[in-house]
T-cell receptor
């Protein structure tokens, strides 16, 4: 699975959009981009995933560049409860029962009042 | 969404004893379960992958005789830390994969193990 690169930390003001970038320049055509987050001392929580089209759900939006070498997770109106470590993971084997979620260092997002 | 539970949520044991951690998928059948370990201020590290009724596949560097994994059913996996030592103190997190269209993967709340 492709390696991903994320900034170690980011700050965001409460109520503003949080834009978390992820670089995955070596991603292959059958690898999905997954985003999870981990609030302190809890298990990771699934946020969203996508292949090449932009995706949106009740939690966030995922924007993937046309060349698929990078993506951005957008939390439209960040709240203090969104303070967490956010992980971007490239994963193959979504449509078959293969593939393992391998976590990098992620981005620590601090939402400030 | 699907729920994965772990028991216990925290445990303290003495050095040399064994500890068992249970992971259950509450409202779905898990095709595969995963065990992760997380040390303070570090990311999650995958320890092993297990399928129901099969032997677990361990990641490189993880001692399979020390971390025994049993995947007895489609809803239950257990991790036993044998002869625990203080360096095994960590946050252990299980994850279960469900077949729903593609495969969705959900995480438990974690178990904090402290070995004294």
């Amino acid at each position: 699975d492709a390696k991903t690169t994320q900034p170690p930390s980011m700050d965001c003001a409460e109520g503003r959009a949080a834009n978390l970038p992820c670089n995955h320049s070596t991603i292959s055509g059958n690898e999905y981009v997954y985003w999870y987050r981990q609030i302190h001392s809890q298990g990771p929580q699934y946020i969203i995933h996508g292949l090449k089209n932009n995706e949106t759900n009740e939690m966030a939006s995922l924007i993937i560049t046309e060349d698929r070498k990078s993506s951005t997770l957008i939390l439209p109106h960040a709240t203090l409860r969104d303070t967490a470590v956010y992980y971007c993971i490239a994963l193959r084997g979504v449509s078959s029962n293969t593939g393992k979620l391998i976590f990098g260092q992620g981005t620590t997002l601090q939402v400030k009042p | 969404g699907a729920v994965v539970s772990q028991h216990p949520s925290w445990v303290i044991c003495k050095s040399g004893t064994s500890v068992k951690i249970e992971c259950r998928s509450l409202d779905f059948q898990a095709t595969t379960m995963f065990w992760y370990r997380q040390f303070p201020k570090q990311s999650l590290m995958l320890m092993a992958t297990s399928n129901e009724g099969s032997k677990a596949t361990y990641e490189q560097g993880v001692e399979k005789d020390k971390f025994l994994i049993n995947h007895a059913s489609l809803t239950l996996s257990t991790l036993t830390v044998t002869s625990a030592h203080p360096e095994d103190s960590s946050f252990y997190i299980c994850s279960a994969r469900e077949r729903r269209g593609g495969y969705e993967q959900y995480f438990g709340p974690g178990t904090r193990l402290t070995v004294t």
